[in-house]
């Protein structure tokens, strides 16, 4: 046993040590400081509009407006290549949520009985079609409870 207690002193330090190389090698401009606010999320009262949400955002990160718009564009066109006809056809937004789209293929007319008259009818045929389906994480579920 009293080897055991001495192995787990000379671990921890060697751990240490470890940590504090990681910290001195990081480049000064990746240890900025976050804002005040970023650890505590207060509840959001309001709805945003893409002004408000870029507002928001500039306060949040400390970034600038222009830094803020082009994320947000980048982020739009990503999803949009992604869920174009040559993209992947999904996108996932990693801890937030996946986006795909589902190809829905054409449906011939066909005769049947109207669930609400009871009465045979014709139903219309319908073109192929794409539905996108937008699915939410574990949590983004939680927040909303």
Known sequence: ?????KAAPKAAAKKSAVKSKAVKAAPKAAVKAAPKGAGVLKPIK????????????VQASGTDAKTV????????????????????GAFTWPGVLKITALQVPAKKARKGIDPFTKVERMFAAKPASVKVKARFFKKVKDAAL
């Open 69 to 88: 718009k082009s994320v947000l564009g980048s982020l739009e066109a990503t999803i949009h290549a992604s869920l174009s006809k040559k993209g992947a």
């Open 46 to 57: 309001e709805t945003f509009n893409k002004t408000s949400l870029v507002n928001h955002l």
């Open 1 to 5: 046993m009293a080897t055991a207690k």
